[in-house]
């Protein structure tokens, strides 16, 4: 078993489909990616904290998962970094904030705990605008990131950090939260696909809120499946969150298949403001 060079620009679906097959291995997958972050990401600074003892440790316990072939899911091995606004036991989150610098919560977030009982290997926590107050992520206390696609551009925000190392392949997946766009803006000017799920859909439980009553943690992935792949794992019903919907989780992945036709999409007129760049209304 080797990894291949192109391996760590794979789809999530790609990766699982490959470590089920054992063509390579997590710790391998997860060293790529270490390899990776380690030679780019002192350019794009798409990471506050990088963990990556932790990251091998839970790559060794998804192989020995994938060996057993219980409990496997589509994330089991597959390495993913989250937005550092979202809590984590016993690891840092800062939210981007010198005022939160040292504070590592001695509890995990719903989703992260629900990404660690998939088995997915966490990363690290990505930069953003600090408190999620922004949309270019030049606004983090520390540093800026920057654009993989041209390094003179903003990555948008606040997720911009998680959008960025989905699209320097410094993760196969990311999670950022969107208030007002913060998933979605960012993901355009990245490349990559971003999702906010319905409100309630997925649990805001130890995500540090912005705007409690718009909040909604998604998905930054490279394709669409990948985010309906995400979604499913962190989707559903949570005794922490009383505004999370208590209904069943579908296999979004297997509704792609019907595709889009029928489907109407509305555009609020409010859109067209005057000042919109010519090509924003042409598209």
Known sequence: MSLGPYTVLKTIRELSDGLRKREFTSVELTNGYLERIERLDSKLR??????????????????????????VTPLTGVPISIKDIFCTKGVKTTC????????????????????????????????????????STENSAFFKTLNPWDIERVPGGSSGGSAASVAASMCAASLGTDTGGSIRQPAA????????????????????????????????????????????AIAGPDPHDSTSINAPVPDYAATLKAGVKGMKIGIPKEYFIEGIDPEVRAS
């Open 189 to 232: 000017c990245c490349g990559v696909v971003g999702l906010k799920p319905t409100y309630g859909r997925v649990s805001r439980y130890g995500i540090i809120a912005f705007a409690s009553s718009l909040d909604q943690a998604g998905p930054l992935t490279k394709d669409v499946e990948d985010a309906a792949i995400v979604l499913s």
């Open 46 to 71: 798409a990471y506050i904290t990088v963990t990556a003892d932790d990251a091998l440790s839970r790559a060794k316990e998804a192989d020995e998962r994938l060996k057993r072939g219980a409990d």
């Open 96 to 135: 981007a904030s010198k005022i939160l610098s040292n504070f590592a919560p001695p509890f995990d977030s719903t989703v992260v705990k629900k990404l660690k009982h998939a088995g997915a290997v966490l990363l690290g926590k990505n930069n953003m605008d600090e408190f999620a107050m922004g949309s």
